[in-house]
């Protein structure tokens, strides 16, 4: 590990481009000045922004790259016009040549994750990777997984996430054996889809040193807090997600509705303005932008493409903690001895992947 | 359809029992004159509470049963020792037997949807029943499902479920054509599991008179009321209430716990109170109350088990209007021309149930 933590920022991503990656960088550069940036993007666009912002100018290279690859391409066109030669590709390829110690962009999910899968490849060991965020809780934060980057988990690849996601975990806490919970329904004709019965049979049974398995959770365990790490396959995923983001803006919604409807609401609004601040501040969702591709071959952080400077600055944030902590000699070491799932791991898993064959 | 709605109540479910469920029950009698109620349950325990209630009493009858559905029984020990003997059974029965026009239920979901799959059977041509809830929104309510009731479903059962869905929108919405939109996720790299798919295809080609089809929608929409009907399979449902739930619940302790944080902000709150009341009440659970079963030859209602008697009112209420603006002939009406997905749908199917068969 260098003294400095490289960070390959595809500056042409996202509903703003350098207008939001750029001073983004710059914020999280005053919070971390040992980062150093390699700017991918149209350099005659770039050149003007960096003159605007010296410190980010001194603590950065510019590579320029003609192509971008648009927010609503698919990932198959993307890597057809952008492959080699788009700033989001050439920012993945700098971590793969040990340019950079990771890649930052704000472009689309779905293009960063091919791009990232077809250039990196997977860990040793790990199937598919998993998109991973941090979703605030009542306690605090707990990290999600997999929030989009495949449909359907193997019993083993719900183990293997249980394990990168408390390899992350530790980082991120600061905690030596994070809580690890299976996302199931409560249901009780149809607890326990067959994966995930595996999955917390195998990580109850064989145990793992680097993470305490809590059991199964519902889906109202997560902003609650129950556990550090709540690990489910990437459909149900990123509905929770969606489904939680859309209900906090519908809350915040309703209320806001409520005040302006009557003079003494507006009034005792203004009163008690520093608690709706800190609401506020509590529910920012710029404050936890950031997804974390877990299970390849470098770290890769997808911005959200619609976010600001501010929240741009936090997806750099996750990374260079990623990078600074090691996240991915952590993952391989608990790779190493992570539990198995039993022989009928085996039947699952082929059923779930003709699933997949269909789709 | 008789002139009086007949509802027969498994008085011994829920948390609370018959403390909660008759009070519940002359709620809402006051609010529909014309039910009258068959009262499953322990006599010795009901005739003291009709006693205080005589208004309850003169629109009631008891039929006693000595055995009570746990809310921990699985539903394989529910059947075993609760069928035909449990008042949850016998409230079913009445259905059956045409003596009552639905049954309410506060006990155990798993146990109730296998007592009422048991008892009533699936409709003609419905392979799996749905569970459907009421979904507060933006713009009001919104018809979800399935919520839970099975894991899994093919495009067909998907399509089944949007005319099912529909069905029971236009009675709560009074609209002709209910619209009703596919839950997916917006990851473009898997966007659209094949089943979703097909259900889109065969919902966007074939068309049907009772609804207007949308297309696919994303977590965030549910709450945005984007669609009047959200469609998805059990596990994602359920998992998406949860943790709208939680959310919801979660934003609300927040703002208590910034406004306690300070004296000028517990002023403000003072003043300010009838919006945080508009609020409150929008967010009440308890209005929203009431799972409905759907695809059954039956209405089965669901309370939630730990409501109170305004809530279990809110799943009387939601039996009633089932029943009066008959939900089953609407269904049956829907699926003589409900569309069916093409070819490609039978692999997918079969592809389907293996999984089903491994889990």
């Known amino acids: 590990m260098s003294s400095t933590v490289r960070i390959a920022l595809d500056v042409m991503g996202g509903d703003h481009g350098p207008d939001v990656v750029l001073p983004g960088a710059e914020i999280a550069l005053v919070r971390h000045p040992d980062i150093r940036y390699l700017l991918f993007g149209d350099e005659a666009r770039i050149r003007p922004l960096l003159a605007a912002h ?92 997999d929030v989009g980057a495949s449909i359907g988990a193997s019993g083993q690849h719900l183990v293997d996430m249980a394990v990168m996601g408390a390899a992350m975990a530790r980082i991120v806490f600061d905690i030596e054996r994070p809580t690890v919970g299976l996302l199931n329904v409560g249901v009780e ?54 489904t939680a983001e859309g209900t906090a803006k519908q809350v915040a919604d309703y209320l806001r509705a409520a005040i302006n409807r009557s003079l003494l609401a507006k009034i005792g609004y203004l009163l008690a303005r520093g608690a709706f601040n800190a609401l506020r501040e509590k529910l920012d969702p710029r404050k936890s932008n950031g997804g974390v591709f877990l299970g390849l071959n470098g770290v890769v ?6 976010t600001d400077a501010e929240g741009f600055a936090s997806a750099v944030d996750i990374g260079y903690d990623m990078v600074r902590y090691q996240l ?22 082929s059923a779930s992947a003709e699933l997949q064959v269909s789709s």
Request: one cysteine or more; charged letters at 25%; aromatic letters at 2%.
């Open 54 to 145: 010296p410190r980010l100018a001194q603590a950065s290279q510019i590579i320029h790259t003609d192509v971008v690859v648009r927010m609503d391409d698919k990932p198959s066109q993307a890597l057809r016009h952008g492959r080699r030669v788009s700033s989001m590709w050439k920012a993945i390829d700098a971590v793969r040549l040990h340019e950079a110690d990771c890649a930052v962009s704000a472009g689309n999910t779905g293009a960063l994750m091919a791009m990232a899968k077809v250039n990196l490849k997977t860990m040793a060991g790990i199937d598919r990777p998993a998109i991973a965020c941090l979703w605030p809780t009542m306690c605090g934060e707990s990290v999600v997984l």
């Open 189 to 242: 004709e149809i607890k326990g889809v067959e994966e995930v019965k595996e999955a917390g049979t195998a990580l109850r049974e064989s145990g793992h040193p680097g993470l305490a398995y809590h059991g199964f959770v519902e889906g109202d365990d997560i902003g609650r807090g129950t556990v550090d790490v709540v690990v489910t396959e990437g459909f149900s995923g990123n509905i929770a997600l969606k």
């Open 301 to 306: 952080i997808k911005s959200h493409g619609g």
């Open 328 to 349: 991915l000699s952590r993952i391989a070491a608990g790779m190493n001895d992570r539990p198995r799932v039993g022989a009928r791991a085996g039947a699952a898993a």
